[in-house]
């Protein structure tokens, strides 16, 4: 005499057909998690107009001696979003363009311009004084011609040549370096992904 099958219970048919549809489900998932941590491969388009430093670099805090009495503190990366340039102190005309850069940048974000600061890391020939005076207010100045400064400069990328490349770096409010900008970068990138930064983050 047979039993009686209970309803509730799926048939081996059913419970087939409910393996695949997890299968189908999560296979897709699987393969994008080994393909991206397992071998490195990576979407292209990325929304940063940036290039990105990876792994971000830890800034170590060193105080820095200013172009007068004053000294930049060793804590003065931290707490704010910071636009940096690397460069001689005369301020030739590529120091200039990235020093405007960096100041237009930081007014055109309005009400978060008080999250972001700029920061001149003078290599030497400090300094052009009448031109930071009347065009660059506000600036903080470290010079890093001296042993805390080349501290400081192993940890950027390709750092013996760090002061004639013309980059302009980003650091978060952590004191990590995490991303550059070439000298032939859009102008406008910087801008853009300062305001995504801005509004994603909740820190600085």
Sequence with gaps: MNSPVDPAQPRPVARKQIWILVGAFFAPLALAFVLYYGMGVRPHGNTNKGDLIQPARPLPEVELPGATDQTLAANALRGKWSMLFIGDGACDARCR?????????????????????RVFLVSGNCCDQAYLEAEQSGLLLGRIDN???????????????????????????????MMKYEPDAPQKGLLEDLKKLLKLSHIG
């Design 97 to 117: 363009e990235a020093l405007t850069l960096m100041r237009q940048t930081r007014l055109a974000l309005g009400d978060k311009m008080e999250r972001v600061q």
């Design 147 to 177: 042993s805390a400064g080349q501290t400081l400069l192993e940890t950027f990328p390709d750092a013996a040549q760090a002061a004639s490349l013309g980059r302009i770096y980003l650091v978060d409010p952590l004191g990590n370096l």
